[in-house]
């Protein structure tokens, strides 16, 4: 079982370090005003968003291996919440490869302020749910 948990940490772990970079290469890119660079962020943001693909799907199907194991915690507050922010990050993460998309096709509509901000929302997130997993309230 701790294996498990372990690989759920690290995937995870994978997960939010893309989404930690890929809004910032939104920011450079929306900077951009050479086509060879446009391109150039093109291809970084398609390949590093296929790894936070692979990052968010390991980390799923681990989570759910772990809740298997311990089907009790479904019951319990502090994961209900932890599991509605996990769902917020997933939307998120769509959220992402939409505008990865959007970049692709020159049909960007935010500039590099916006994608600061838009930056910010992973760092939440995570914060909220390390404190959920660590501090476990109303256990």
């Known amino acids: 079982m701790l294996w498990i948990k372990a690989l759920h940490v690290t995937a995870m772990v994978t997960w939010f370090a893309g989404l930690f970079y890929l809004p910032r290469l939104f920011v450079y890119h929306a900077d951009t005003e050479d086509l060879a660079g446009r391109e150039r962020f093109k291809v970084m943001e398609r390949r590093?968003?296929?790894m936070l693909n692979i990052g968010m799907t390991a980390t799923i199907v681990?989570?759910?291996w772990v809740l298997s194991f311990e089907p009790v915690l479904l019951g319990l507050w502090w994961m209900k919440l932890k599991l509605a922010l996990v769902?917020?990050?997933i939307a998120y993460h769509l959220w992402?490869?939409?505008l990865v998309r959007a970049f692709r096709d020159d049909r960007n509509l935010h500039g590099s302020r916006w994608y600061r901000y838009f930056n910010e929302a992973p760092s939440l997130l995570l914060l909220a749910i390390v404190m959920l997993v660590i501090v476990r309230p109303w256990a």
């Open 87 to 89: 769902a917020l990050l």
């Open 96 to 98: 992402c490869g939409r």
């Open 48 to 50: 590093l968003y296929t």
């Open 62 to 64: 681990f989570g759910l």
